[in-house]
């Protein structure tokens, strides 16, 4: 770990029982992940702790180390690391307590992953793949491998994320909610995420007629409605009563998820909020096809919750 800067010394001790992981790079991802990042420890109170991920020093005998490669790797990511927290401390708006830290493993996201364990971050955030449309997500091989592994939460910032101002905050939390297993560690991760940003909560469900030849599409719409209904009227009778009253709930039903989602409409400051497939391992990331359709459409930050049951 590297020095700690003059912003991490205040409201730290306040903000250590919440604790953000962003992956950092030096590059337009990392400033979009870095961005997503500050707006949810500013608004949440929490402390940000800023990882860059170097390869492991542990190398095979076959390959010879090179000292004065791993000195100047090592000085330079400092360097890249002092730059961010310039920037969120030029940034009035960007008060939030920060450490920055360097980290080694075989992988990016084993580092991430690693990190959050040892700081017991609640949530890892990271960038999307360069080359993606703006505003949208594009998974690389980092967020890929997070998204398939990790056993803590994970945000992706779409493209662009930096361009949303700090002062923005989180002005609404949306909770996709399923009608499979998985519901409920969804569904409690979307009511602490908007009690702790103290943000509205919406609970949308995404209706696709994906029809086989022949059925009639005015009752089967009919019916997926009214089964989306029931499902966000469940959801809603496990809200705790300070959010009951201010949450809404909407369901989109179009022909594809990604139509879906583009018919609803999304705050700037929203955060989306998905449950792991089926898939994955208890307590594990598994991002799933129809949140990976999302993905593709979302215009706004996309987390993704653990799977926290064996059914």
Same mark, same amino acid.
């Given at each position: ?14 903000a ?11 590059n337009? *991802? ?24 170097? +390869? ?13 490669? #791993?000195?100047?790797?090592? #000085?330079? *990511?400092? @360097? ?6 310039? *920037? ?5 708006? &960007?008060?939030? &307590? ?7 493993? @075989? ?7 690693? !990190?959050?364990? @040892?700081?017991g &971050? ?22 890929? #491998? ?6 803590v939460?994970?945000?992706l910032? +779409? ?23 998985? !519901?409920? &560690? ?7 995420l ?7 909560l ?9 029809? +086989?030849?022949?059925?009639d ?6 019916t ?5 209904? @029931? ?9 705790p ?16 998820? #990604? ?20 898939? !994955?391992? +208890? ?27 064996t059914?």
């Open positions: 770990m590297i020095a700690v800067t003059d912003a991490a010394t205040r409201g730290a001790a306040d250590a029982a919440r604790r953000i992981v962003v992956g950092y790079t030096a337009d *991802s990392g400033a979009d992940a870095l961005a997503l990042a500050t707006r949810l420890a500013r608004a949440s109170e929490a402390l940000l702790d800023i990882v860059m991920v170097l +390869p492991s020093e542990a190398r095979s005998s076959t390959v010879p180390s090179d000292p004065g490669y #791993e000195r100047y790797l090592k #000085e330079q *990511s400092r @360097e890249w690391l002092a730059e961010a927290s310039e *920037s969120l401390d030029d940034d009035d708006d &960007a008060d939030v &307590a920060q450490l920055l830290h360097i980290r080694y493993a @075989e992988s990016f996201a084993e580092g991430l992953i690693a !990190a959050a364990h @040892e700081f &971050a609640r949530l890892i955030v990271v960038g999307a793949a360069r080359g993606g449309l703006f505003g949208r997500s594009r998974i690389g091989s980092v967020a890929n #491998e997070l998204l398939h592994s990790s056993d939460p994970v945000a910032a +779409p493209s662009g994320s930096r361009e949303v101002p700090v002062s923005v905050g989180v002005t609404r939390v949306t909770a996709a909610i399923g009608t499979r297993p998985g !519901a409920d &560690a969804l569904l409690e991760a979307s009511v602490a908007a009690t702790a940003v103290h943000a509205p919406r609970l949308v469900s995404l209706v696709s007629l994906d029809l +086989p030849a022949g059925m599409e005015g009752l089967a719409e009919l997926s409605t009214v089964h989306a209904d @029931e499902v966000l009227a469940a959801a809603r009778r496990e809200l009563r300070t959010l009951d009253a201010t949450a809404t709930a909407a369901a989109a039903t179009a022909a594809t998820v #990604e139509e879906a989602v583009r018919a609803l409409d999304w705050h700037d400051g929203e955060i989306v909020l998905v449950a792991s497939s089926r898939l !994955a391992r +208890p307590h594990h990331l598994f991002l799933g096809s129809t949140a990976a359709k999302m993905l593709r459409e979302l215009p706004v930050p996309m987390i993704v919750v653990p799977r926290t049951t059914s």
